[in-house]
T-cell receptor, first 108, second 115 residues
Framework: KNEVEQSPQNLTAQEGEFITINCSYSVGISALHWLQQHPGGGIVSLFM???GKKKHGRLIATINIQEKHSSLHITASHPRDSAVYICAASNRDDKIIFGKGTRLHILP | DTAVSQTPKYLVTQMGNDKSIKCEQNLGHDTMYWYKQDSKKFLKIMFSYNNKELIINETVPNRFSPKSPDKAHLNLHINSLELGDSAVYFC??????????????FGSGTRLTVV
């Protein structure tokens, strides 16, 4: 069992739908990261959070430290949001463990 | 203007060769990383350097040797390339302990194919 588990693995939704991607981790962390990998392969860091909630445009990331769980939400989803979303947990020593990613496909 | 730049973008080489991938960041970050993304798209950390000092060295064959001439550069040298080394290698940087909302800045990746 991977120390960082994401669900779902694949998600197809219609444009405009509210999207939720979940991440559970079993290790101690200093920060939880959400990354986006575009179909072209480039990786963009979306959020780094250690508590609470962060918002950037239509993206919202939340974390519950007690439950060792984080969610990434996308409001008013758009086909350009189609990408692989990767959750990653880093500790104080800067070691990072990645989830296997969630492949999101938004249909027009 | 690219924040983290890797070269080359693509590298095709024969088994047994020695090759290097270069990475440079102009963000003033003090920590740089190398990650490997395998054919199943699973990312794993290989190395991290903080101010030119090796911090993380995961279980990577010693054919892989990172070199950091200064804190803006972290190059990856691979000796005696094997078929299993074929992957996409990503360089990244971060300002450890920084207050930024965005933890890492990634390079665009180097697709290495060993034939």
């Amino acid at each position: 069992k991977n120390e960082v588990e994401q669900s779902p693995q694949n998600l197809t939704a219609q444009e405009g739908e509210f999207i939720t991607i979940n991440c559970s981790y079993s290790v101690g962390i200093s920060a939880l990261h959400w990354l986006q990998q575009h179909p072209g392969g480039g990786i963009v860091s979306l959020f780094m959070l250690s508590s609470g909630k962060k918002k950037h445009g239509r993206l919202i990331a939340t974390i519950n430290i007690q439950e060792k769980h984080s969610s990434l939400h996308i409001t008013a989803s758009h086909p350009r949001d189609s990408a692989v979303y990767i959750c990653a947990a880093s500790n104080r020593d800067d070691k990072i463990i990645f989830g296997k990613g969630t492949r999101l496909h938004i249909l027009p | 203007d690219t924040a983290v730049s890797q070269t080359p973008k693509y590298l095709v080489t024969q088994m047994g060769n020695d090759k290097s991938i270069k990475c440079e960041q102009n963000l003033g970050h003090d920590t740089m990383y190398w990650y490997k993304q395998d054919s199943k798209k699973f990312l794993k950390i290989m190395f991290s350097y903080n101010n030119k000092e090796l911090i993380i060295n995961e279980t990577v064959p010693n054919r892989f040797s990172p070199k950091s001439p200064d804190k803006a550069h972290l190059n990856l040298h691979i000796n005696s390339l094997e078929l299993g080394d074929s992957a996409v290698y990503f360089c990244a940087s971060s300002q450890t302990g920084g207050a930024s909302n965005y933890g890492y800045t990634f390079g665009s990746g180097t697709r290495l194919t060993v034939v």
